[in-house]
């Protein structure tokens, strides 16, 4: 086996060499320092690449070339004959010109930042005047075809891991193993996906639409997951804009108008490209740590605008899992003076960590734009136009339908992924791995011949106070990610207190283009409703605070609850919701130390224990620039940078199903994200409600306090549950993540990629003296009803995160009342998570 995979390997790069021409190696200055932004082509030709930092470069044809130019302002012109097809690990030594020794532009340490001293500084400032006239800006409507492949490769290809066990039985795959043309590391293609779509624009209206033609992937076929988070994973962005985002983070532009102050630009040369003279411009950052690139672009004399661009982030910025990413995008001239992309190259390597020998996963994505047409005004409403269906053939196009509508050809590489997958998806062990990633990925087993899925496995185990030991299976059931009804059920066991829980839910998707969906269920359960301010209706919900297996404190404040529920919601616009559901529960204490006792005239010791309450409820739920994916009954969010705002009325009477209580309440939120530029994320969040009527402890609006160790957004880390309980209330959250911004100017902190986390908390609330009354009743174990109703109560955090890459740490701190018994002053609370 060893020498047929020895033969395989030399064969292949015996012929992959008569087709290529590949050059790697290091360019140094006469003092063996690295060179880095150093100018690499082929002789005669516009394919080249730059040195990185360390002065290390890769570079790859698809042509034959003879001879290789290697040049840097300051230096002599060097040219090296190149007599093989393939020469890996050179050294080139350039030597400074003599005769412009004082004129020689130093590219490392801080450059001007004055135009009249700096001539890249009087071009970059030219870019800012015409960037809104450049590109699609400049035209009242426009389409334009777009062709987009993405590929993900196993990188680092050696010995150790073609004999791995991992790939035992599997060798067959290493047949296509290749050799980047960016970082010059060997790779295993190992997924494609390729799409073609139409796009559609009115700058006027500030509407876009896309249309989804055709999609093909290479072995996992209609898995929207998958698609969506490619589709997440590279969204799109404009080289024009202040800031880039990627990977959920935000990158300097190296053409913001902040740029002055994050990089350092450089006039390295001017030349032809095509039949437009354009200045070349290198720009590396001011400091280390922060979200930024280097590179160099080549922009227009008369239109300033940007004809080839390429960025490569900073090794020492502060993104995780990402080793490297970089950027090529060219653009093509039309009508002499109308810039437009042409082509976009995005490489990423993901990685446990950032050193060079490091095995990881390349992502690389190839967009190709053509066809471009201008000024053809259409119906406006066709931008807002929505597909309702999952159209099967969209994803199952022909062999045909590509070779005519791909922009750019499939390589030989790309080509092989199609049939390595189709070989792969038969062998059992590589099925195995499969499955286990996507139970990990879903939380579910899926049994696809019941057409059932198991779980979610993450919530089979759990502890209180009440329950002890609790153990809980549960199910669903799965035709596919579009399924237009879905049953859901689980069944627990508390250990201490000897009994079985159960819920069972259902729920039908009627129509699909007003997502008029019906719903029910029933449940009986331990709850924690000192968690939430609105509580919730889902059967099937659990609060998280009642599972804690730790606290601060002794939780015994739970309660049982018997739910049944059943209602029905509409989408009359895009991302607006209304909902009309009913319910009915039954609250009572679950704990002998916990009361939710209240008077009841009617009952024959005048206290009742037990809350029994039909309640009906109206709400509103808008949630600006939202994207959706799925077309079932159930979808996923594609993105987290929208709003929600959120409005509800519920209304409980006693004359339906012998209720106990008559009120009304009120409840309004609104949660927005805000990226700030460069200086992190910002989440607010507003909450306020109140309630018309006497009702008990259980229907009340409780603060929700935390007693975990665990950092939960919307909840008050230093109260206890039920610390403050109201019928009116107003809250306020923020919480801002500054993304390293503040830990990278600390010279001995900046190394551990640390990120800062601001947090200011404060509720405002009061209790009517009927509702004190009602719920007092002199049971030793019901609590003090207090409300923060003479000053707002408030607490604060500082927060590091990024520990060791997946740990956060908050520090808490109580703003006032501390003079209440058993006040917790100070806290330290955490969470684990895997973020960029």
Same mark, same amino acid.
Request: charged share 25%.
């Given at each position: 086996?060893?020498?047929?995979?020895?033969?395989?390997?030399?064969?292949?790069?015996?012929?992959?060499?008569?087709?290529?021409?590949?050059?790697?190696?290091?360019?140094?200055?006469?003092?063996?320092?690295?060179?880095? @932004?150093?100018?690499?082509?082929?002789?005669?030709?516009?394919?080249?690449?730059?040195?990185?930092? #360390?002065?290390?470069?890769?570079?790859?044809?698809?042509?034959?070339?003879?001879?290789?130019?290697?040049?840097?302002?300051?230096?002599?012109?060097?040219?090296?004959?190149?007599?093989?097809?393939?020469?890996?690990?050179?050294?080139?030594?350039?030597?400074?010109?003599?005769?412009?020794? #004082?004129?020689?532009?130093?590219?490392?340490?801080?450059?001007?930042?004055?135009?009249?001293?700096?001539?890249?500084?009087?071009?970059?400032? %030219?870019?800012?005047?015409?960037?809104?006239?450049?590109?699609?800006?400049?035209?009242?409507?426009?389409?334009?075809?777009?062709?987009?492949?993405?590929?993900?490769?196993?990188?680092?290809?050696?010995?150790?891991?073609?004999?791995?066990?991992?790939?035992?039985?599997?060798?067959?795959?290493?047949?296509?193993?290749?050799?980047?043309?960016?970082?010059?590391?060997? &790779?295993?293609?190992?997924?494609?996906?390729?799409?073609?779509?139409?796009?559609?624009?009115?700058?006027?209206?500030?509407?876009?639409?896309?249309?989804?033609?055709?999609?093909?992937?290479?072995?996992?076929?209609?898995?929207?997951?998958?698609? #969506?988070?490619?589709?997440?994973?590279?969204?799109?962005?404009?080289?024009?804009?202040?800031?880039?985002?990627?990977?959920?983070?935000?990158?300097?532009?190296?053409?913001?108008?902040?740029?002055?102050?994050?990089?350092?630009?450089?006039?390295?040369?001017?030349?032809?490209?095509? #039949?437009?003279?354009?200045?070349?411009?290198?720009?590396?950052? =001011?400091?280390?740590?922060?979200?930024?690139?280097?590179?160099?672009?080549?922009?227009?004399?008369?239109?300033?605008?940007?004809?080839?661009?390429?960025?490569?982030?900073?090794?020492?910025?502060?993104?995780?899992?990402?080793?490297?990413?970089?950027?090529?995008?060219?653009?093509?001239?039309?009508?002499?003076?109308?810039?437009?992309? %042409?082509?976009?190259?995005?490489?990423?390597?993901?990685?446990?960590?950032?050193?060079?020998?490091?095995?990881?996963? &390349?992502?690389?994505?190839?967009?190709?734009?053509? /066809?471009?047409?201008?000024?053809?005004?259409?119906?406006?409403?066709?931008?807002?136009?929505?597909?309702?269906?999952?159209?099967?053939?969209?994803?199952? =196009?022909?062999?045909?339908?590509?070779?005519?509508?791909?922009?750019?050809?499939? +390589?030989?590489?790309?080509?092989?992924?199609?049939?390595?997958?189709?070989?792969?998806?038969?062998?059992?062990?590589?099925?195995?791995?499969?499955?286990?990633?996507?139970?990990?990925?879903?939380?579910?087993?899926?049994?696809?011949?019941?057409?059932?899925?198991?779980?979610?496995?993450?919530?089979?185990?759990?502890?209180?106070?009440?329950?002890?030991?609790?153990?809980?299976?549960?199910?669903?059931?799965?035709?596919?990610?579009?399924?237009?009804? =879905?049953?859901?059920? @689980?069944?627990?066991?508390?250990?201490?207190?000897?009994?079985?829980?159960?819920?069972?839910?259902?729920?039908?998707?009627?129509?699909?283009? +007003?997502?008029?969906?019906?719903?029910?269920?029933?449940?009986?359960?331990?709850?924690?409703?000192?968690?939430?301010?609105?509580?919730?209706?889902?059967?099937?919900?659990?609060?998280?605070?009642?599972?804690?297996?730790?606290?601060?404190?002794?939780?015994?404040?739970?309660?049982?609850?018997?739910?049944?529920?059943?209602?029905?919601?509409?989408?009359?616009?895009?991302?607006?919701?209304?909902?009309?559901?009913?319910?009915?529960?039954?609250?009572?204490?679950?704990?002998?130390? @916990?009361?939710?006792?209240?008077?009841?005239?009617?009952?024959?010791?005048?206290?009742?224990?037990?809350?029994?309450?039909?309640?009906?409820?109206?709400?509103?739920?808008?949630?600006?620039?939202?994207?959706?994916?799925?077309?079932?009954?159930? =979808?996923? /969010?594609? /993105?987290?940078?929208?709003?929600?705002?959120?409005?509800?009325?519920?209304?409980?009477?006693?004359?339906?199903?012998? +209720?106990?209580?008559?009120?009304?309440?009120?409840?309004?939120?609104?949660?927005?994200?805000?990226?700030?530029?460069?200086?992190?994320?910002?989440?607010?969040?507003?909450?306020?409600?109140?309630?018309?009527?006497?009702?008990?402890?259980?229907?009340?609006?409780?603060?929700?306090?935390?007693?975990?160790?665990?950092?939960?957004?919307?909840?008050?880390?230093?109260?206890?549950?039920?610390?403050?309980?109201?019928?009116?209330?107003?809250?306020?959250?923020?919480?801002?993540?500054?993304?390293?911004?503040?830990? +990278?100017?600390?010279?001995?902190?900046?190394?551990?990629?640390?990120?800062?986390?601001?947090?200011?908390?404060?509720?405002?609330?009061?209790?009517?003296?009927?509702?004190?009354?009602?719920?007092?009743?002199?049971?030793?174990?019901?609590?003090?009803?207090?409300?923060?109703?003479?000053?707002?109560? &408030?607490?604060?955090?500082?927060?590091?995160?990024?520990?060791?890459?997946?740990?956060?740490?908050?520090?808490?701190?109580?703003?006032?009342?501390?003079?209440?018994?058993?006040?917790?002053?100070?806290?330290?609370?955490?969470?684990?998570?895997?973020?960029?």
């Amino acid at each position: 086996m060893k020498l047929k995979l020895f033969i395989s390997f030399f064969v292949f790069g015996f012929l992959s060499a008569l087709a290529q021409t590949k050059v790697s190696g290091h360019v140094y200055d006469e003092n063996n320092s690295p060179i880095p @932004f150093a100018n690499v082509l082929f002789s005669g030709s516009t394919e080249g690449t730059i040195t990185n930092e #360390d002065g290390k470069f890769y570079l790859e044809s698809e042509d034959n070339w003879n001879t290789l130019t290697v040049s840097f302002v300051g230096f002599e012109v060097l040219e090296i004959p190149l007599t093989k097809r393939v020469n890996y690990d050179l050294n080139f030594i350039l030597k400074e010109e003599t005769s412009t020794l #004082d004129e020689v532009l130093i590219v490392t340490g801080k450059q001007s930042k004055k135009a009249s001293e700096n001539p890249a500084i009087r071009i970059l400032k %030219k870019i800012w005047e015409r960037k809104r006239k450049n590109g699609l800006n400049q035209f009242n409507q426009y389409e334009y075809d777009q062709y987009e492949k993405v590929e993900f490769d196993l990188n680092t290809i050696d010995s150790a891991l073609i004999k791995s066990k991992l790939f035992k039985g599997m060798e067959f795959v290493f047949e296509e193993v290749d050799t980047s043309n960016v970082t010059g590391k060997t &790779y295993l293609p190992i997924f494609l996906n390729e799409s073609v779509k139409k796009i559609s624009g009115d700058n006027n209206l500030n509407k876009n639409h896309e249309e989804l033609i055709g999609n093909k992937n290479s072995g996992f076929s209609n898995n929207q997951m998958i698609i #969506d988070f490619i589709d997440d994973l590279y969204s799109e962005y404009n080289v024009y804009d202040n800031y880039l985002k990627f990977f959920d983070k935000s990158f300097v532009s190296p053409l913001s108008r902040t740029g002055i102050q994050t990089y350092n630009y450089v006039l390295s040369d001017s030349a032809y490209i095509g #039949d437009k003279w354009c200045y070349n411009i290198i720009y590396y950052p =001011r400091r280390k740590n922060e979200l930024t690139f280097k590179g160099d672009f080549w922009v227009n004399d008369s239109t300033y605008a940007i004809k080839e661009i390429n960025l490569q982030a900073s090794k020492s910025a502060n993104i995780n899992w990402v080793k490297e990413i970089y950027i090529e995008q060219e653009f093509e001239v039309l009508n002499d003076s109308v810039f437009l992309i %042409k082509r976009d190259y995005f490489l990423s390597d993901f990685s446990v960590n950032k050193k060079e020998e490091s095995r990881g996963l &390349y992502g690389k994505r190839t967009t190709i734009y053509d /066809n471009y047409k201008f000024n053809q005004p259409k119906d406006p409403k066709s931008y807002d136009k929505v597909v309702y269906n999952y159209d099967e053939d969209v994803y199952n =196009r022909e062999d045909n339908f590509w070779q005519t509508n791909r922009l750019e050809a499939l +390589s030989k590489d790309e080509k092989g992924i199609y049939k390595m997958l189709d070989t792969l998806k038969t062998v059992k062990k590589f099925k195995r791995l499969y499955n286990l990633g996507s139970i990990l990925a879903s939380g579910y087993v899926e049994f696809t011949s019941a057409n059932l899925d198991y779980g979610p496995i993450f919530s089979t185990f759990g502890y209180n106070e009440v329950e002890g030991v609790r153990l809980r299976g549960g199910g669903r059931t799965y035709f596919g990610p579009n399924d237009l009804w =879905r049953i859901e059920g @689980f069944l627990a066991y508390g250990f201490k207190d000897d009994k079985f829980k159960y819920g069972v839910s259902g729920k039908w998707l009627l129509d699909k283009r +007003s997502r008029l969906t019906v719903f029910g269920g029933n449940r009986r359960d331990v709850e924690q409703i000192g968690a939430s301010l609105t509580s919730s209706s889902d059967v099937l919900g659990r609060s998280l605070a009642s599972s804690a297996v730790i606290g601060t404190g002794t939780n015994d404040k739970l309660s049982n609850i018997t739910l049944t529920n059943f209602g029905a919601s509409i989408e009359p616009l895009r991302n607006f919701e209304v909902r009309v559901d009913g319910s009915f529960r039954t609250l009572s204490s679950a704990s002998q130390t @916990f009361s939710l006792d209240y008077n009841d005239p009617e009952s024959s010791t005048g206290i009742a224990t037990e809350v029994n309450q039909f309640e009906t409820r109206f709400s509103l739920g808008y949630f600006p620039k939202r994207q959706m994916t799925g077309f079932g009954v159930e =979808r996923q /969010n594609k /993105n987290d940078d929208f709003a929600r705002l959120f409005t509800q009325v519920s209304y409980g009477n006693q004359d339906w199903f012998n +209720s106990d209580f008559d009120y009304t309440k009120l409840q309004f939120s609104y949660i927005q994200p805000w990226q700030v530029g460069g200086f992190g994320r910002l989440v607010t969040s507003v909450e306020l409600g109140k309630t018309f009527g006497e009702v008990p402890l259980g229907l009340l609006s409780i603060v929700p306090g935390n007693q975990s160790y665990f950092s939960i957004y919307n909840t008050f880390t230093q109260l206890d549950y039920y610390e403050f309980v109201t019928d009116t209330y107003s809250s306020v959250h923020l919480e801002h993540n500054f993304n390293g911004r503040i830990f +990278s100017r600390i010279p001995f902190l900046k190394k551990y990629n640390l990120r800062a986390i601001l947090g200011l908390r404060g509720v405002w609330g009061e209790l009517s003296d009927e509702n004190i009354a009602l719920n007092s009743t002199g049971n030793p174990m019901e609590i003090p009803l207090v409300s923060p109703n003479t000053r707002m109560y &408030y607490e604060y955090s500082f927060g590091v995160a990024n520990i060791f890459k997946i740990l956060r740490l908050d520090f808490n701190f109580k703003g006032n009342y501390l003079d209440r018994p058993d006040a917790r002053a100070f806290g330290v609370t955490g969470s684990f998570g895997f973020y960029f």
